[in-house]
């Protein structure tokens, strides 16, 4: 998080100052990539980039504080991995249609997989074996940063529905760490 400076920053990147941008970016993308991780079940850099076109092309016309922007920039790159989960599913009932094979499984990028941390690995792993909405509220909350609130408005549930699964996503972790013990 940025913290006192967001105010000026933002207004830097939003006059044009490319050194204030790149902060937003520097600040915001590692725990964006993470999010898209979770949520399609790989990083995939077409989402995450279609999320920074977005936010430079609406950069001008954003109003509020850094809790607002994460959630916009968060709001936008689950519409974009959306979009995307969706034209997967699409493209894999194609696919199996043409071939008979539905498992529509990508390779993974080798670039990516090498510079991924082990310990960021394995908790990301340990995130996606949890139930979707679990999964995506503790990554929001947690590596996003955002509040319940802004949460609640993204995944469209009341705030108690994100509290209560985050609640139960994290016992779940901790009852499969308890299970399998902790891995380095």
Do not use: C, K
């Not at 999320?51 to 092309?57: A, K, L």
Request: no cysteine; hydrophobic share 45%.
């Amino acid at each position: 998080m940025i913290g006192e400076e967001f105010s000026s920053v933002l207004a830097r990147a939003q006059s044009g100052d490319e050194a204030a941008f790149a902060r937003l970016w520097l600040d915001v993308n590692p725990a964006l990539v993470r999010y898209v991780r979770v949520v399609l079940g790989e990083v995939d850099e077409d989402v995450a980039a279609e999320t920074w076109v977005t936010v430079v092309r609406g950069l001008a016309r954003f109003r509020g504080d850094e809790m607002a922007w994460r959630g916009w920039v968060f709001t936008t790159a689950r519409r974009r991995a959306v979009d995307e989960g969706r034209r997967r599913t699409r493209r894999r009932t194609a696919l199996a249609s043409e071939s008979g094979d539905s498992r529509g499984r990508h390779a993974p990028d080798s670039a990516l997989t090498a510079l991924e941390s082990l310990d960021t690995e394995a908790a990301l792993a340990l995130v996606a074996r949890l139930a979707p909405l679990q999964a995506e509220v503790i990554v929001l909350r947690v590596i996003a940063g955002l509040d319940v609130e802004s949460v609640a408005r993204m995944v469209g549930r009341r705030p108690g529905a994100v509290r209560v699964a985050a609640h139960r996503g994290l016992r779940r972790l901790a009852e499969i760490l308890v299970t399998e013990g902790v891995t380095q």
